[in-house]
C-alpha cells in the first residue's frame, strides 16, 4: 500500500487557457482512503489521471511509494482505476473481465485462477462467473470493475465517480463495502467524487478542490468543524452568511454589528477592530424561539418559510435587516412554528467562524465555477 505524493502539480489544456490543475501539493498516506472532492469542472479527474499516468502535468512531480514516476506509462504504476461508467468488455462474460489483468500478464493459470475466484468471491459475484455485463445491474457491474481493477495485485485503487451513476439506494450500500474492501485489503485509495456525503461518508480526509486547486486538505470532521474558507463552509455541509465589520476586541473574542444594525458576538480573538467579516453559522446549530427576546446572539425575524423534510424541519426566516437565514431543526424536538411568526434565531459564539471579507467578493468566493 504505497503513499502518493504530488508536489507543485498543474496542468492546463487549450494551449494553457484552461488552467485544469493549478500548482498543488498533495499528501495521500498509506493506507488512506483520500477523496477529492469538489464541483464539476475543478480539476478532480485531470488529478486522478495524472496519478494513474494517463495524461502528463505540465509541471511539477508525482510519487507513487518512493518511485518517481512522472513520465512512466500507466502500465508501470501498478494502480487499479474504475471508472464512473462501468468500463467492462461487453461481449466478454465477468470472469473473463476480472482475470483479463493476469492473462495479459501472462499469470501462470493456477494464480490467475486463485486470484480471480477470491476476487469474485469478494465482490459476491462468483456464482455469476458467466454472465455478460448487459445481464448485470449497475452495482453488480461496478462491482466487476472493481475486481477487475484490483485482479492484477495493485495496492493503489484510483476511482473517479464510481458510484456516480448508480441508484440512492445501492450508492449507500456499496459506499460502506468499498470502504471496508479497501481497509480489509490494506489498499491506499484515491476516490474522486463531487458529493459531499459520499465524501463524508467514506472518506479518512477529504482534500477540497476548486477552480483547479486545494482549498483545504483534513478529516470529514475537520472540514466540518474547522472550516478555513468560506467556500468550504458552504460546500460541506451547509452554512448561512451574514457579513458585518468588527467593532470591539477583547480577551474573549469580538462583537461584530451586522447588516442593519443587529449585533454579534464571536469567541475568534485574531480580528482587528474595523474588520470586515463574514460570521459563517450553520443552519443546523441555530435554535429558534417565537417572539423577538432580547438575548446573547438572538436575531429578531420572522419566519418566511417552514418545510417539513421527513426527519427535520427547514425554516427560512428574514431577519430584520432583511438577510435571509435558514434554521434546520430535528422534527420531532420542540413544536414547529408556523409561517409569518415572529421570532428569535439565537446562535451559540463557539458553533460559528469568522472570515475575512473576500477580496472577490462573498458571492464570488461562494460561485462553483
Ligand atoms: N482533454 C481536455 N481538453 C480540454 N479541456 C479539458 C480536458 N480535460 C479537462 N478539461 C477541462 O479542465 C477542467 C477540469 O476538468 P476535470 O478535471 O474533468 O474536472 P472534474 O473532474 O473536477 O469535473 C474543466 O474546465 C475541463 O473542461
Ligand atoms: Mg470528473
Known amino acids: ?184 485489503l490494506g489498499l491506499t485509495a484515491v476516490h474522486v467524487t463531487h458529493d459531499q456525503g459520499e465524501a463524508m461518508a467514506i472518506s479518512d480526509r477529504i482534500a477540497l478542490m476548486k477552480k483547479g486547486k486545494i482549498l483545504q486538505v483534513g478529516t470529514p470532521q475537520e472540514l466540518y468543524m474547522k472550516p478555513k474558507h468560506v467556500f468550504v463552509a458552504n460546500f460541506i455541509g451547509e452554512s448561512n452568511f451574514l457579513e458585518g465589520y468588527v467593532v470591539e476586541t477583547d480577551d474573549r473574542g469580538c462583537i461584530i454589528e451586522l447588516r442593519g444594525g443587529l449585533i454579534a458576538h464571536a469567541i475568534d480573538k485574531t480580528r482587528r477592530k474595523g474588520e470586515r467579516v463574514v460570521l459563517a453559522i450553520r443552519p443546523e446549530t441555530l435554535s429558534i424561539e417565537k417572539g423577538h427576546k432580547k438575548v446573547l446572539n438572538g436575531l429578531p425575524g420572522y419566519i418566511e418559510r417552514f418545510r417539513f423534510e421527513g426527519t427535520d424541519v427547514r425554516y427560512e426566516v428574514t431577519l430584520k435587516n432583511e438577510d435571509t437565514i435558514v434554521i434546520v431543526r430535528p422534527a420531532l424536538m420542540g413544536e414547529w412554528i408556523n409561517e409569518g411568526e415572529s421570532v428569535t434565531a439565537r446562535f451559540s459564539p463557539d458553533k460559528s467562524y469568522l472570515f475575512t471579507y473576500p477580496t472577490a467578493g462573498l458571492r464570488r468566493e461562494l460561485a462553483l465555477e
Open 1 to 184: 500500500m504505497p503513499d502518493v505524493k504530488l508536489v507543485n502539480v498543474t496542468k492546463t489544456f487549450a494551449k494553457g487557457r484552461i488552467v485544469a490543475v493549478d500548482h498543488i501539493d498533495l499528501h495521500v498516506r498509506n493506507g488512506e482512503y483520500l477523496t477529492l472532492l469538489g464541483p464539476s469542472g475543478c480539476g478532480k479527474t485531470t488529478t486522478l489521471r495524472m496519478i494513474a499516468g494517463l495524461i502528463e502535468p505540465d509541471e511539477g512531480m508525482i510519487y507513487i511509494g518512493d518511485k518517481l514516476v512522472t513520465g512512466l506509462p500507466p502500465e508501470d504504476r501498478d494502480i487499479g482505476y474504475v471508472f464512473q461508467q462501468y468500463a467492462l468488455f461487453p461481449h466478454m462474460d465477468v470472469w473473463d473481465n476480472v482475470t483479463y489483468g493476469p492473462t495479459v500478464k501472462a499469470w501462470i493459470e493456477e494464480k490467475r485462477d486463485r486470484i480471480g475466484r477470491e476476487m469474485l468471491e469478494m465482490v459476491k459475484l462468483y456464482d455469476r462467473s458467466d454472465a455478460v455485463p448487459r445481464e448485470l445491474s449497475g452495482g453488480m457491474m461496478q462491482r466487476v470493475a472493481l475486481a477487475r481493477a484490483l485482479a492484477a495485485g495493485a495496492r493503489l485503487l484510483l476511482l473517479d465517480e464510481p458510484l456516480g451513476a448508480l441508484d440512492a439506494k445501492i450508492r449507500f450500500e456499496l459506499r460502506y463495502e468499498l470502504r471496508k474492501l479497501v481497509n480489509d
